[in-house]
T-cell receptor, first 111, second 114 residues
Framework: RKEVEQDPGPFNVPEGATVAFNCTYS??????FFWYRQDCRKEPKLLMS???SGNEDGRFTAQLNRASQYISLLIRDSKLSDSATYLC????????????FGPGTSLSVIP | DTGVSQNPRHKITKRGQNVTFRCDPI?????LYWYRQTLGQGPEFLTY????????KSRLLSDRFSAERPKGSFSTLEIQRTEQGDSAMYLC????????????FGEGSWLTVV
């Protein structure tokens, strides 16, 4: 089993739609979690951290379920500019930090 | 501008040649990571430094790959005897050293082996 797995995608949604991405991680000792966004041929950039209580930033909501080792990202009212690859990131935090990326889920928002 | 600088940004090399990439982190960041990414895949962990100490190397990092961070500041990633399968984007990332800190990426170094 891979350390971090994501929905395979791609997701093709119309503007204004709500879309949800899922991510699971294998190491129950993992301590911190993030969603990164990556545009084509660019470096990943932080979208938001994920907290146990859940957190929201505008149209984006992230949830963490430690018991199920599951992370989600919800995007409401999708915009064309949301088209990108969304990477789930987990800090495995064994004897030291080890940051692992999921394979990414591609989103295309269609006019 | 993330503050993490990588160079060269693009490198085309013939198979069998050696290449070296450099990463200059954000100045106060003591942790530095190297990742490799191919099209359609997420970044794959290669190696990790805390200050000058290389704490982990992925099995992806064959004996042709070596990374250093001699003074705990900039880092280099060298690939010897390059193969076509080494063609990828090599990403450097740094953070300030506390769990939960944001990781900042450089813009990556694209390698094409012909």
């Amino acid at each position: 089993r891979k350390e971090v797995e994501q929905d395979p995608g791609p997701f093709n949604v119309p503007e204004g739609a709500t879309v949800a991405f899922n991510c699971t991680y294998s190491n129950s000792a993992s301590q911190s979690f993030f969603w990164y966004r990556q545009d084509c041929r660019k470096e990943p950039k932080l979208l938001m951290s994920v907290y146990s209580s859940g957190n929201e930033d505008g149209r984006f909501t992230a949830q963490l379920n430690r018991a199920s080792q599951y992370i989600s990202l919800l995007i409401r009212d999708s915009k064309l500019s949301d088209s990108a690859t969304y990477l789930c990131v987990v800090n495995m935090a064994t004897s030291y930090d080890k940051v692992i990326f999921g394979p990414g889920t591609s989103l295309s928002v269609i006019p | 501008d993330t503050g993490v600088s990588q160079n060269p940004r693009h490198k085309i090399t013939k198979r069998g040649q050696n290449v070296t990439f450099r990463c200059d982190p954000i100045s106060e960041h003591n942790r530095l990571y190297w990742y490799r990414q191919t099209l359609g895949q997420g970044p794959e962990f290669l190696t990790y430094f805390q200050n000058e100490a290389q704490l982990e190397k992925s099995r992806l990092l064959s004996d042709r790959f070596s990374a250093e961070r001699p003074k705990g500041s900039f880092s280099t990633l060298e690939i010897q005897r390059t193969e076509q399968g080494d063609s990828a984007m090599y990403l450097c990332a740094t953070d300030a050293g506390n769990s939960g800190n944001t990781i900042y990426f450089g813009e990556g170094s694209w390698l094409t082996v012909v």
